[in-house]
């Protein structure tokens, strides 16, 4: 049987094992932690789910906010040839002239009837033969029928944008228009008649004027033609 001396020792030297585990494990402890804390500061890399420190989601860019590669993105980055303003004022004019071409009355004088639509052109020496009340005898029979024309005209699609920076010409706009007249003879409907035209309008002096028109996929047709059926 184990005297008390001897249960003295055991047990002293128990503790003193269980006390050096425990500083050991504190030490593992501490010397881990540390080391994780210190590899993270020394790289300077945030953790994978940080953003940048200025929101942004990534790429470089120059001290301006822009992209530091020299190119340039986005639609705006181009200058558009037309504003929408002025290719709805060009629009309004080709419209203009065009059902002007097909709106008419037997009682209507050449002179007259032709001024306010040579005004909306570029007084081009076709579109001034052009732009005329029929003649001959379908002009006979539209008198003697008591005939009216109501032409209504409609943008389609543009067909061709640009501007002349050599010569300074000024804008040039193409579009493809839709002009239907319905026709009568004493007030009675008589039917109607649609056509296609590619109409070209420019803007050299800050006005709109229609320079050229032809019927679309048959060149060049005279507005007597249009207008007399």
């Given amino acids: 049987m184990e005297s008390p001396a001897e249960n003295k020792r055991t047990a ?20 881990f932690n540390g080391d994780d804390d210190t590899s993270d500061d020394a790289s300077g890399n ?10 942004s ?3 470089s860019a120059g001290g301006d906010g822009k992209p530091s590669d020299g190119t340039t993105s986005g639609a705006g980055a181009v200058k558009p040839i037309l504003t929408q ?8 004019l080709m419209t203009d002239y065009m059902a002007g071409l097909s709106t008419y009355t037997h009682t209507d004088k050449n002179a ?29 029979t539209c008198v003697a029928t008591k005939c009216a024309s109501q032409g ?14 050599v010569r300074g010409s000024g804008k040039t706009l193409s579009s493809l228009v839709e002009v239907t007249a ?8 008589t039917g109607t008649e649609t056509n296609s035209w590619l109409v070209t309008a420019r803007n050299s002096n800050g006005t709109w004027k229609v320079s050229s028109v032809s019927i679309f996929g048959l060149g060049n047709v005279g507005a007597s033609d249009q207008a007399g059926g």
Avoid at 182 to 189: T, V
């Fill in 112 to 140: 007259s009837w032709a001024e306010p639509l040579l005004a909306l052109t570029a007084n081009d020496p076709q579109l001034r033969q052009d732009t005329g009340l029929p003649t001959g005898k379908a002009w006979d």
């Fill in 152 to 165: 209504k005209a409609t943008v389609v699609r543009d067909a061709m944008v640009a501007s002349d920076l």
């Fill in 12 to 31: 002293a030297l128990a503790l003193a094992v269980l006390g050096l585990l425990m500083v050991g494990a504190f030490v593992v402890l501490i010397f």
């Fill in 182 to 189: 319905a026709r009568s003879e004493d007030g009675r409907n």
């Fill in 46 to 55: 945030p953790s994978a789910t940080s953003a940048p420190p200025d929101g």
């Fill in 57 to 59: 989601s990534g790429g």
């Fill in 85 to 92: 303003a002025e290719a709805a004022a060009a629009h309004q």
